[in-house]
């Protein structure tokens, strides 16, 4: 079972500002089966990346991803105060079960 | 456009079964690429996946509740229905269900609001 380790557990930043999550896999992962997906307090995940580094329907530009072998990051440019939010990464390569990493809780200041 | 939606018991007792519905719209679970999802998430805690089901009625299950869980599905109706036998305190939690692209790239694109289910006596 591939294990997703994300940090920092909590990032608290300003409006404005750019946040860098990172999400790094126990063995190597396709680029292909990386995704990323935002979830707002009381409310279900939403899909923001898969692949990797593209963009889901409706997904502003701030939004970008990166990343290969076992290093992937979620980077989240001019900040805006909806972005409130926890972030999980998720790896959906070779054979179930498709883990989750444990998810950056992202604070604006 | 893609909905799917949970249903299934608030409240379950220790060691029942329970059984959860998710039911969808927008595409057919008999085309190929089309999956069904099911992921857990206990009161603060992380997402968990828990099992799938494909269009060719291909299923997986996480290793960890392999002998509890049943996935299963009702293409006519539209459903895919989990079952989790032997409830535990330790399985209170919202469930999710969300469609699955399994293609070039792989993901859950769309997910239903969950159903939480408390696990008490």
């Known amino acids: 079972e591939i294990v997703l380790t994300q940090s920092p557990g909590t990032l608290s930043l300003s409006p404005g500002e750019r946040a860098t999550l990172s999400c790094r896999a126990s063995?190597?992962?396709?680029?292909?089966?990386l995704a990323w997906y935002q979830q707002k307090p009381g409310q279900a995940p939403r899909l923001l990346i898969y692949?990797?580094?593209s963009r889901a329907t409706g997904i502003p530009d701030r939004f970008s991803g990166s990343g290969s072998g076992t290093d992937f990051t979620l980077t989240i440019s001019r900040l805006e105060p909806e972005d409130l939010a926890v972030y999980y990464c998720q790896q959906s390569g070779g054979s179930p079960p498709y883990t989750f990493g444990q998810g950056t809780k992202l604070e604006i200041k | 456009q893609v909905t799917l939606t949970e249903s299934g018991p608030a409240l379950v007792k220790p060691t029942q079964t329970l059984t959860l519905t998710c039911t969808f719209s927008?595409?057919?679970?008999?085309?190929?690429?089309?999956?069904v999802s099911w992921i857990r998430q206990p009161p603060g805690k992380a997402l968990e996946w828990l099992a799938r089901i494909d269009w060719d009625n291909s299923r997986y299950y996480t290793t960890s509740l392999k002998t509890r869980l049943t996935i299963s599905k009702d293409t006519s109706k539209n459903q895919v229905v989990l079952t989790m036998t032997d409830m535990d305190p330790v399985d209170t939690a919202t469930y999710y269900c969300?469609?699955?692209?399994?293609?070039?790239?792989?993901?859950?694109?769309?997910w239903g609001q969950g159903a939480v289910v408390t696990v008490s006596s």
């Open positions: 063995q190597s992962v396709s680029s292909d089966y």
């Open positions: 969300a469609r699955f692209f399994w293609g070039s790239y792989r993901y859950n694109d769309y």
């Open positions: 692949g990797a580094s």
């Open positions: 927008g595409f057919s679970l008999s085309t190929r690429g089309m999956c």
